[in-house]
């Protein structure tokens, strides 16, 4: 799977839980989760448990933390399908 439909699956995982719809049509890899989307720490949770269903991975503690914009979204998705 490339980048660009990494980032498209992850949009329509995140489209839910989305505060600021201005900022979600602009969504790059720099968008941050809470800052930018307004997206709350317990509606994060519900997108990490949501990836980890739609991409069937489990993402530890630590990435967990890492998970703050799309861009170490996509990277945390990517690590591990590469470990399948």
């Known amino acids: 799977m490339d980048r ?5 699956q ?7 839980y989305v505060q600021d719809q201005i900022a979600f049509d602009s969504l790059s890899e720099e968008t941050d989760f809470i800052n930018d989307l ?3 720490s317990a509606n994060l949770v519900d ?6 269903e739609k991409f069937d991975i489990m ?10 914009n799309a861009k170490e979204a ?7 399908l590469s470990k399948k």
């Open 59 to 68: 993402i530890d503690n630590e990435s967990m933390k890492q998970m703050i």
């Open 4 to 8: 660009e439909a990494t980032l498209e």
């Open 74 to 80: 996509i990277v945390i998705i990517e690590s591990e």
């Open 10 to 16: 992850l949009k329509n995982i995140i489209r839910p």
């Open 38 to 40: 307004k997206i709350n």
């Open 47 to 52: 997108v990490i448990l949501d990836i980890e």
